[in-house]
């Protein structure tokens, strides 16, 4: 059983930072990208950023000099530092993989449980 557990969140005040760590456990043979989402309450979930197993990240418009993420392969586990965080970085944070559990077997997506990041003004 795979799971994604996130650490990290927390309460902090504007212009401050946090680092998101999100490690991936059980039984994978690969993960192909990785990323983070987030929803506030009453608005949809979306993307903040993302990294493949190779190639470019991608990052949301509004992090993009702010958020960066990155990649342990070694452990499995994806990193999310925040910086010059803003009220309207309070959300819920989710970390996402897409992986095999063994060769030759379709992809699967797995999310975690959500860490929380409140930035107070």
């Known amino acids: 059983q795979v799971r994604l557990v996130e650490s990290g969140g927390g309460l902090v005040q504007a212009g401050e930072s946090l680092r998101l760590s999100c490690a991936a456990s059980?039984?994978?043979?690969?993960?192909?990208?990785m990323g983070w989402y987030r929803q506030a309450p009453g608005k949809q979930r979306e993307l903040v950023a993302a990294i493949p197993s190779e190639g470019t990240t991608n990052y949301a418009d509004s992090v993009k000099g702010r958020f960066t993420i990155s990649r342990d392969n070694a452990k499995n586990t994806v990193y999310l530092e925040m910086n010059s965080l803003k009220p309207e970085d309070t959300a819920l944070y989710y970390c996402n993989a897409h992986l095999f559990l063994r060769r030759w077997t379709p992809m699967r997506e797995y999310w975690g449980q959500g860490t929380q990041v409140t930035v107070s003004s």
């Open positions: 059980g039984t994978i043979f690969s993960i192909n990208a």
